[in-house]
């Protein structure tokens, strides 16, 4: 696959620029561990720079208060987008190691397509609204309740699904009438400078009301945008340990902040479901992706009784899930993002053979694939639901295989992790399925395969996974203040 139209410059008050001193970082392709380019790595100086573009285009345009102009130029940048899909594609694929097939979908084809229901939101907002007039000791008002942009929003994304993640802040945020500085990770730089670049030669976005930054160094240009002053709002999604850290920062000069962070999430299998067909699902959703992916159910919890025949088939599924390079549409894994994370991994993997689970499936990294940051799909049964593998987010192709009891038992385990984002259940009963799911404490979750995932769809978690939700008409609030007026009746 050819690589035309990258990016490797940063967007500050609406020019492509190269980083404070012509810093730049190599950008690795995962399944070849090959340099595919370079990346601008910007300094603090340059993100300083970048939230000083924000705030003025936040203070001195019309962008915030002309709904009707930031429509036209959000379509202008879907647009584009629509257009190059195909220049798009293969640096998703390149830099995230992202299987083909995925981009399709989530990873590319259907944002770019969620564009149009995130414009009809902001467009059917209820942006004002009249209370009935008020009696204050005789003194009568009328109120209106207005809803405003919150101001200059630095939105911070992670590797795994990159640029979803990046329109999934950018356009809302925009949309209410933010301005941005956007911070990618530093594993996927193009995934952002690619919307950096569209807005700047393809739209009428005026200067400073989208910043676009990337940097080698995670933490040096994140800090001066959780730490300034003038950014009113950080989105941020990632780490739990990662949201915690900008939460406090954040506390320094009250900012809001938005978190969508890790997760554990379990898939419990009813007695009443049909094996066969419902435990090779469960085997495809935790591979996918390798599975780095935050919703991911990860913990799979089976009756006891028949708990042999589940692991049976879930190792037969395991064996025959197809993975390596990622350009290949029959593969539906592709390598880890990069070494340190395939590191992770085996780490995990070796904790719980320490911890005493029963390794199934894989377990290392595999024996063909002599490029590129793969481990194998791996199956641990016998799993302590209070151990290492079934508590920590593993971000790998990892499955955990539980038993349990009765359906409080089920509930119970589900419910024992610090994390809340997703989950699943399965049954040939509906009303059961729906009455465990309830009882489920996460901001998602799947009956029957049924699936939630969508623009219009709020996501977010429960406990340590976050705080407020991603899509939605919820996720768009998330980009608002609100003000009562009140004047004489
Ligand atoms: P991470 O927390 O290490 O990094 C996320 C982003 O934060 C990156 O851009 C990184 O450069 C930046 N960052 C790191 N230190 C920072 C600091 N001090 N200040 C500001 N920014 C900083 O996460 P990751 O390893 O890139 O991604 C994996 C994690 O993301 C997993 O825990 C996963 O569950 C989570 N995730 C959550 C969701 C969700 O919606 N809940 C979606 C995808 C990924």
């Known amino acids: 696959m050819s690589l035309n139209g990258v990016e490797e410059r940063l967007l500050i008050d609406g020019e492509l620029v190269e980083a404070g001193g012509g810093r730049v970082y190599d950008n690795v392709n995962p399944a070849t561990e090959e340099v595919i380019g ?37 379509e202008q940048l879907q647009a584009a987008l629509q257009e190059t899909r195909e220049v798009l594609r293969p640096q998703i694929i390149g830099e995230v190691g992202a299987p083909i097939g ?70 809302p945020a925009l949309m209410a009438g933010n301005t941005v500085v956007l911070k990618a990770a530093p594993d996927t730089p193009w995934s952002a400078t690619y919307i950096g670049k569209l807005i700047a030669e393809r739209t009428d976005v005026p200067a400073g009301v989208l910043n676009v930054l990337t940097a080698s160094h995670p933490a040096e240009v994140g800090d001066v945008l959780t730490g300034d002053h003038r950014v009113d709002m950080v989105s941020f999604t990632g780490s739990t340990a990662v949201g915690k850290h900008i939460a406090r920062r954040g506390a320094d000069n009250v900012k809001k902040v938005f978190l969508e962070l890790g997760g554990k999430s379990a898939f419990i299998v009813l007695d009443d479901a049909d094996l066969a067909s419902t435990l090779p699902g469960a085997v495809m959703g935790v591979c996918t992706h390798s599975g780095q992916g935050c919703a991911i159910n990860t913990r799979l919890l089976v009756p006891r009784r028949s708990y042999d025949e589940a692991v049976e088939i879930l190792a037969e599924a395991f064996r025959n899930t197809k993975y390596g390079d990622p350009t290949q549409m029959e593969n539906l894994m592709g390598p880890l993002i990069n070494a340190r994370q395939r590191e992770r991994v085996l780490g995990y993997i070796e904790t719980a053979k320490s911890e005493g689970a029963r390794l199934v499936v894989g377990g290392g990294r595999p024996a063909h694939l002599h490029k590129g940051y793969f481990v194998e799909p791996t199956l641990f049964a016998d799993v302590d639901p209070d151990s290492t593998i079934a508590q920590e987010e593993i971000f790998g192709p990892v499955l955990a295989v539980i038993p349990y009891d009765d359906d409080d038992d089920a509930v119970r385990i589900a419910n024992n992790s610090k994390y809340g984002l997703s989950g699943a259940v399965s049954s040939a009963d509906l009303d059961r399925a729906m009455a465990i799911a309830r009882r489920i404490r996460t901001g998602t979750i799947s009956v029957n395969g049924g699936m939630w995932f969508g623009a219009d769809s709020p996501f977010g978690g429960y406990k340590e996974s976050g705080t407020g939700r991603e899509h939605g008409v919820e996720g768009f609030r998330e980009y608002l203040e609100t003000k009562t007026i009140a004047y004489p009746a």
């Open 38 to 74: 370079q990346a601008a790595d910007a300094t603090a100086d340059d993100a300083d720079r970048a939230i000083a573009a924000a705030r003025r285009a936040f203070d001195e345009t019309n962008w915030s208060t002309d709904l009707a102009f930031r429509r036209k130029c959000v």
């Open 102 to 171: 995925l981009t399709y979908a989530v990873q590319q084809d259907t944002c770019i397509d969620d564009i149009t229901w995130e414009i009809g939101a902001a467009v059917d907002y209820e942006w004002e609204r009249e209370l009935p007039i008020s009696d204050f000791f005789g003194m009568k008002s009328h109120r209106r309740v207005v809803h405003e942009p919150v101001g200059v929003v630095a939105a911070i994304t992670p590797w795994n699904f990159p640029f979803m993640l990046n329109l999934a802040k950018v356009v």
